[in-house]
């Protein structure tokens, strides 16, 4: 199955052009890398209403799979759990979970992640970390469930 990915990085610096977004760009390319066709990409400052709008409008493009990066530390500006939390339908725990389990192998910082995963619509939602490096990794902690979860998404529900 082609799984269609969309990529939006969570950055109020990088979305004000303070410093180039460096996280988008490797969950891209790492998206790719997997054999999936990331068709949508969006860079957005840090507010819900912000990325709430860019997951809906990839949706609507037909990403089955979004991928963002950023907004999922401590800061009081990080809000990328609680904007997709709100839209989901489901939170899928067992991903953020994963993703902090095999993160603290690398960093004690890990504890602090708020990483996850959530069905919104039809589609996976995956909040990674910001940093590049930790949001390839953590991407690779959970990669062998991603393709079997967007197939049962993808399934169209039949009447009794």
Known sequence: MQIN??????SDRASKGLYDDLGGPAVKQAATGHGWKVIAEALVPDEKREIQRAIREMIAKG???????????????????EAVR??????????GEVMRMESMKLTKNAILSRNLAAVVDQALVICLPGKPSGAVECLGFVLGAIPHCVEVLQEVPTSC
């Open 5 to 10: 990915a969309g990529v939006i990085t969570v």
């Open 63 to 81: 990403c089955q799979l979004v991928l963002t990066t950023g907004g999922t530390g401590v800061a009081l500006r990080d809000v990328t759990p």
């Open 86 to 95: 709100e839209i989901a339908v489901r939170e899928l725990p067992g991903f």
